[in-house]
């Protein structure tokens, strides 16, 4: 069954520019609230962090960081393209910038810069499908995207996108020398409010060494009103 | 008959001066080069130790294989434990731990934003325990520039020109973000109490440092430190005892893993063996090419002389003087002389080495943007090696040249002798 798929779908592809369109439209929401746990295998111990973010659109997100105590009262805040945190142990808010972004978030195998990323990947690259493939018996297209934008942290990516749903259940990200960075797994997708939603990822820097750092979903909602103050400086510090 | 050679070297200068000021030149040469390198591989040493590797290093294996000095998610866990083991176990050595750590320095404003960010080469070192080994390694007090050294927990002292870069004062917070042993950013907020300067340029680009327990807290690494450092009493590197003593250790400890615990010497821990293997061979070149050189210009002095005293020697050989003797007693002479322009050589050598020792000179200015853990007023070293070193070519070379050209004494024929001393 799935030689016969491939084949079929060797000789008629769909257009990048569509898949991405279609993924984009999937994961999009005006607003979003995600309660997370973020399990890193470091190469000594394995630790657990966990989350609550708050999203607008594509640009804003404020995040606070629940557990474990050390890290308890760790805020974020994405305002467009400024990355602020609030450390509660000496009350100061940073901003951070410059090679800050390249530095490990919570000793994970992602960086602050993974989180500056605009989400609608339709964005910030060109997309092309190369070929059919699958994953755990799920249909795939091969989508390989190329930065239209100067500045993104990974010049190229490949995304294995469930022709179905419509979600990646894997990615590569390259650097701009073609160096594999990471790999980003997805699973256990489940349908929430309509959407398809991997509960489950598993990033690994491959430069890093470890067993990668899980990101697993715990609730997430869509397009719930944001109080006002939430996306705002002051909201740090209360 | 010695007395006789050294009447004879007295009354005769050409015999006496030329050949001692030329031993002379070539001792005071070398005893000052010798000096020389042992003050700068002394510095290295002294200064690589003091700064980052300590004359023997405990570290992780992990730690050990990383080039950078900051790997603190590779750190030695369970401190108290391995360093009471240390304390016990080699009670003549010093042990004291450390964590190097690097990051960024935010200066707020009056308002807490940022007002101006630097990086930071960050050292957390045990500046409280009564009795601390870090008072006389780091003696903050004696590198203080303005404000003093931190008297308790939460205070840091910077470089001066850190400090002036940023224009922060005695007296000012400022933030330190860095990572913690999980890979985490962390913030700590620290008074900067005074600002220093140690003459060692990677230091005092843009150091701080604070005390220990302050440095794991902020970093999360309580109980941890990246390396637990070693110091011989006299702050001198015995390279002989650091070896015995790793060895020792090493074999003790060999726990599986990359997180167990190794000992490193100075020269393995700091990759300074190429340099010091180069410094002992620069030396051994040195002195080689001394005794080569000045054997020549002695050999030369000594054909001279031969010539001058051609008549002398067919004289001594005439009224039966065995020939031997007369080369015994030339050889003599040379001994004479080297041992004169050696002691001579020696003395004034050592002076100037000991006025390069007291006044050191200065490298600054080629050493603006190294990263070499050196400081920057190089200076010689007097040691008694430095009062000996000098008499192998002084002695070597005369006896050389006299060897060499006092051969020609063998070759004078008996039959012969009465003809040439007619002529």
């Known amino acids: ?238 | 008959m010695i007395r006789f050679l050294l009447k004879g070297l007295l009354r005769d200068r050409s015999r006496s001066l030329l050949p001692v000021l030329v031993v002379m030149a070539g001792v005071t040469l070398t005893v000052i080069l010798y000096a020389w390198l042992e003050g700068v591989e002394s510095s290295v040493e002294q200064s690589t130790a003091h700064f980052s590797d300590g004359y023997m290093r405990v570290t992780t294996r992990a730690y050990a294989a990383e080039a950078n000095p900051a790997a603190n998610d590779l750190a030695l866990l369970g401190v108290d434990t391995l360093l009471s083991g240390l304390r016990h176990d080699y009670p003549d050595v010093r042990w004291t731990p450390r964590i190097t750590f690097g990051g960024l320095l935010d200066i707020p404003d009056a308002h807490g934003e940022t007002r101006v960010q630097a990086p930071v080469a960050g050292l957390g070192v045990d500046l409280f325990t009564p009795g601390s080994v870090e008072r006389t390694i780091l003696p903050l007090g004696a590198a203080l520039i303005r404000g003093r050294a931190p008297a308790r927990r939460g205070e840091a002292v910077m470089s001066e020109e850190l400090a002036r870069r940023l224009g922060i004062a005695p007296g000012q917070v400022a933030t330190v973000i860095g990572a913690t042993m999980d890979g985490s950013m962390t913030f700590a907020n620290f008074t900067i109490v005074g600002t220093v300067r140690f003459g060692v340029a990677p230091m005092d680009h843009g150091a701080i440092i604070a005390d220990l327990a302050d440095v794991q807290s902020a970093l999360h690494m309580e109980n941890s430190a990246g390396a637990i450092l070693g110091f011989f009493p006299d702050d001198l590197y015995h390279e002989n005892r650091a070896d015995t003593i790793a060895a020792r250790f090493n074999a003790a400890r060999a726990e599986p893993g990359q997180f167990g615990p190794m000992m490193q010497t100075l020269r393995q821990a700091s990759g300074l063996s190429g340099l010091m293997d180069y410094i002992a061979a620069f030396l051994d070149t040195l002195i080689a090419f001394f005794v080569f050189a000045m054997s020549i210009v002695l050999w030369n002095a000594g054909l001279m002389g031969s010539l001058r005293r051609y008549g002398e020697i067919g004289v001594r050989i005439a009224f039966g003087e065995d020939t031997g003797h007369v080369y015994r007693s030339m050889l003599v002479e040379a001994f004479a002389v080297g041992l004169v322009g050696s002691l001579l050589g020696t003395a004034i050598g050592l002076s100037a080495a000991y006025a390069l020792q007291v006044h050191g000179f200065d490298m600054r200015p080629f050493l603006k943007n190294s990263s070499m853990v050196i400081t920057d007023v190089l200076r010689a070293r007097v040691t008694p090696g430095g009062a000996v070193i000098g008499f192998i070519p002084g002695l070597l070379a005369t006896l050389l040249g006299a060897a060499i050209s006092g051969v020609g004494i063998y070759r004078r024929q008996t039959s012969q002798l009465f003809k040439e001393l007619e002529a």
């Open chain 1, 1 to 238: 069954m799935n030689v016969l798929w491939l084949v079929a779908l060797l000789v008629q592809l769909p257009s990048g520019d569509e898949v991405m369109r279609r993924v984009d439209e999937n994961s999009f929401a005006d607003t979003r609230i995600v309660v997370s746990r973020m399990i890193i295998h470091g190469r000594r111990d394995t630790r657990t962090v966990e989350s609550q973010t708050w999203q607008r659109g594509t640009t804003d997100a404020f995040t606070e960081y629940l557990a474990p105590a050390r890290e308890k009262g760790t805020k974020m805040l994405k305002l467009a393209d400024n990355l602020w945190t609030y450390d509660p142990g000496t009350d100061r808010t940073i901003l951070i910038a410059g090679s800050m972004l390249h530095q490990s978030l919570m000793g994970s195998d992602l960086s602050y810069e993974d989180m500056m990323e605009d989400p609608r990947l339709e964005h910030s690259y060109d997309a092309t499908v190369s070929a059919a493939d699958s994953i755990d018996g799920r249909r795939c297209w091969v989508v390989d995207l190329k930065a239209k934008v100067v500045g993104l942290a990974y010049e190229t990516r490949r995304a294995w996108v469930d022709a179905e749903r419509y979600v990646p259940l894997k990615e590569e990200l390259y650097a701009k020398s073609g160096k594999l960075l990471k790999t980003v797994q997805l699973s256990d997708v489940q349908q929430l409010h309509g959407r398809w939603v991997p509960m489950h990822l598993l990033y690994r820097d491959v430069l890093k060494e470890g067993d990668g750092t899980e990101f697993v979903v715990v609730s997430e909602e869509f397009n719930t009103a944001l109080p006002e103050y939430l996306l705002s400086k002051a909201a740090l510090r209360k």
